[in-house]
């Protein structure tokens, strides 16, 4: 069975992306301020893309929970410019279907 976008791999990617960064991503995310989807890795949680790939043996480990999930590549996170590109590359990996009009 395959995770739940809500209940597991949107929530999974949001500690990441706390863990990785000086950001409170988890407290603040979908508050007014705080961030969203569109948030900036760099500009708005201060991680530097180059950084941000030095986490993908962490980030694929994690993915590994899943069965039949797939690896992300350093490329493919380094990519990433926002919350919601993380979002969204770590739930396809995971074998999550993400609803329409997610990540918000």
Known sequence: MPPSYSSDTKPKSLRILDEISLAE??????????????????????????????????????????????SVTAKGVRNCATIGDFISLYSKAAGATIPPGEPK
């Open 25 to 70: 991503v988890r407290q603040y995310y979908g508050k007014t301020p705080g961030y969203d989807a569109k948030s900036q890795l760099f500009r708005d949680l201060g991680i530097p893309p180059d950084y941000f790939a030095l986490a993908v043996d962490d980030i694929n480990a994690d993915l590994a929970t899943y069965a039949g999930s797939k």
